[in-house]
């Protein structure tokens, strides 16, 4: 038998860049996350350890989340379709895995790569 327990639970933003950092760099066509500013122009890709620095989350209200992504793209991809994918895995992810509404994902391009074989 169960008993339901009241209570809050808060997730940090930094967990919830965390989540959308890691999906991000399993979508096809992502080569990393970028900083959010560029330094002389050019896309600064950030290191697996530091991918929430490229997730922005803003707190609309107290259950609705806004996702900022700053993506580096594999030369060749059709952007307009890595980043639809990119949406939809991290909507998905956020509202299935740490239950949270999420208003908008905005996916910022800050470069392109070329993969090296």
């Known amino acids: 038998m169960t008993e339901t327990i009241q209570g809050t639970i808060t997730i940090a933003n930094d967990v919830l860049a965390d989540i959308a950092g890691f999906v991000a760099l399993e979508c096809y066509g992502v080569v990393g996350m970028a900083s959010p500013s560029l330094r002389d122009g050019v896309a ?22 806004r996702t900022d992504l700053y993506i580096v793209v594999e030369h060749g991809t059709n952007l307009a379709e890595v980043s639809r994918n990119l949406v939809d895995r991290v909507k998905y992810a956020l509202t299935h895995d740490a239950d949270v509404q999420v208003n908008a994902v905005n996916v910022h391009v800050q470069g392109i790569k070329v993969r090296k074989p």
């Open 44 to 65: 600064q890709l950030l290191s697996r350890d530091k991918l929430r620095k490229g997730v922005v989350i803003t707190n609309d209200d107290d259950a609705h989340v």
